[in-house]
Structures are given as structure tokens and as C-alpha cells.
T-cell receptor
Framework: DAGITQSPRHKVTETGTPVTLRCHQTENHRYMYWYRQDPGHGLRLIHYSYGVKDTDKGEVSDGYSVSRSKTEDFLLTLESATSSQTSVYFC????????????FGPGTRLTVT | DAKTTQPNSMESNEEEPVHLPCNHSTISGTDYIHWYRQLPSQGPEYVIHGLTSNVNNRMASLAIAEDRKSSTLILHRATLRDAAVYYCILRGSGGSNYKLTFGKGTLLTVNP
């Protein structure tokens, strides 16, 4: 298994509070990604990173920010959580290039009440 | 992003081969064909990928049409553990094309 962990694995928070999810890898891969998965929508890309301090938006980036200060860590922050952000969040890593497979973390289940 | 088309669901019997089709008629010359699967309550899992030639690994085989407009994921002997949603995804080269765009995939049911 690829060395990728997510923390926390489960979190319940209240509307309006900030939340940070962490993705940590031990594979030294350049690319890291955050997805969310909701019933009926499949996986949707939130943000991705192509190197330290290099990030870009995905298709559902509103309400989310990310940071990558080290190769191994990619943080996803919900500045002010809303109920629509209740979801399962997956982090993924990959090497550079279309020939590289993407490995996914175990997911974080976030509930915003 | 180039799109893929997969059947919504398929059914198989345990220990029989399964052929999961995928159409990708707008594939570009540099797009790799990737397959992932997602078991219930788990994150997606890489299965196999290829560019032009057929590929085999311990999990499955990937058969790619000569014109690359379609491909087939082959599970040689389905087990109950293979019941999952299977995603066929094109992964390009360069910049944001490295990201994977997931469709709805094919839900595979394996009957004992």
C-alpha cells in the first residue's frame, strides 16, 4: 500500500467553524490532490498541488483553501464550514505524467451540523 | 477533458471472467487509459493503466482497441471481493491534465 494517511478520519463540527484536514505521504510524490465524494456525484476534485507552494483549483474549490509547505503534507481548510460541505474527503498522490497511477488515502468523513 | 462512457451496472457470477467495457472516442494521442475501482466504504484503488498495448498485472488485464477509441478491463476470475464501482478514466500529460476526472463508473455485482 502507498504510504498515504489522512487525519482526522472522522470529524463532526458546527456550521461556521474552521476545519483543517491533513494529508500526509511518505512516497515523495510531486502531485497531491483533494477530492470530495457525495452520493450521486462521484468524486470531484477540490484542489491539487504540483509541488511545494504550487497549488491550483479543481472543479469545486469554492469555500476551500489548501496549503503545501512540505512535499509530504497537503492541508485542506474549510474557512467557515457549511452543511453543504458534509462529505467524505479523499486525498490522493501521484507522480508526474499521465503514466503514473494515483493512490488514494482512506478518506475523512466530515459532518457539519 | 476527454470523456469516457461506461455501462451503469454489470453482473457476473463468481469464478467467471468479467469484461468491463469503456468507450473513449475523443481520446488524444497522449492520453493514458486508467482504471480504478472503489469498494464499498473505501477510497478508490488503482487497477491498471495503458497507452496503446494490452497490459496485464496481478489484478486484471487491459485490452485496448487498435484505434484506442475503446478499451476493456478483464477480470479473469471474479470473486466476491471484486464487487465494486469500476472507473475508466483518461489521464493526459502536462499541468492540470494530470488530474483524474471521475464519471459514475460501472457498478459490478458478483453473484456467489
Amino acid at each position: 500500500d502507498a504510504g498515504i494517511t489522512q487525519s482526522p478520519r472522522h470529524k463532526v463540527t458546527e456550521t461556521g467553524t474552521p476545519v483543517t484536514l491533513r494529508c500526509h505521504q511518505t512516497e515523495n510524490h510531486r502531485y497531491m490532490y483533494w477530492y470530495r465524494q457525495d452520493p450521486g456525484h462521484g468524486l470531484r476534485l477540490i484542489h491539487y498541488s504540483y509541488g511545494v507552494k504550487d497549488t491550483d483549483k479543481g472543479e469545486v474549490s469554492d469555500g476551500y483553501s489548501v496549503s503545501r509547505s512540505k512535499t509530504e503534507d497537503f492541508l485542506l481548510t474549510l474557512e467557515s464550514a457549511t452543511s453543504s460541505q458534509t462529505s467524505v474527503y479523499f486525498c490522493a498522490i501521484s507522480g508526474q505524467g499521465g503514466s503514473y497511477e494515483q493512490y488514494f488515502g482512506p478518506g475523512t468523513r466530515l459532518t457539519v451540523t | 477533458d476527454a470523456k469516457t462512457t461506461q455501462p451503469n451496472s454489470m453482473e457476473s457470477n463468481e469464478e467467471e471472467p468479467v469484461h468491463l467495457p469503456c468507450n473513449h472516442s475523443t481520446i488524444s494521442g497522449t492520453d493514458y487509459i486508467h482504471w480504478y475501482r472503489q469498494l464499498p466504504s473505501q477510497g478508490p484503488e488503482y487497477v491498471i493503466h495503458g497507452l496503446t498495448s494490452n497490459v496485464n498485472n496481478r489484478m486484471a488485464s487491459l485490452a485496448i482497441a487498435e484505434d484506442r477509441k475503446s478499451s476493456t478491463l478483464i477480470l479473469h476470475r471474479a470473486t466476491l471481493r471484486d464487487a465494486a464501482v469500476y472507473y475508466c478514466i483518461l489521464r493526459g500529460s502536462g499541468g492540470s491534465n494530470y488530474k483524474l476526472t471521475f464519471g459514475k463508473g460501472t457498478l459490478l455485482t458478483v453473484n456467489p
